[in-house]
């Protein structure tokens, strides 16, 4: 295959997802966010597409800019890209299942977790998160 069409490393595509997500959470666009880091809107698009992978000194960047920890940008990462995420491993192994990384940017998600976060007990909020997972789980 050639090197050039090679599809992005799913780890890439996660940390991507989730730079979006909190760039949108925080109401901050591309632009904003590439002034912030000196780049420019397309370098953030591409990082968070999982186009170009985002070097540790950038990530860094990013999560103090995005006021996250740097593990942010992994969390929740599905197992199976997780274990096959090797130098040479491009797409998710068979049978994975795949993290829609559009579905971060619909308004009906950033809604809902806005919404969530306004949530001040943070009891409530967790049986709210637990109740929604079971609920997930048996649609």
Known sequence: MDQSVRAPNPVDVHVGTRVRLR???LGMTQ?????AIGLTFQQVQKYERGVNRIGSSRLYDLARVLEVPVNFFFDEMPEAIASGSGATSRGAPDGAEMFDPDIVSKRE???????YYKIENPQVRKRLFEMVKALGKSA
């Open 23 to 25: 760039r949108t959470l």
């Open 31 to 35: 632009t904003g966010l590439g002034q």
């Open 109 to 115: 998600t950033l809604e809902l977790v806005r919404a």
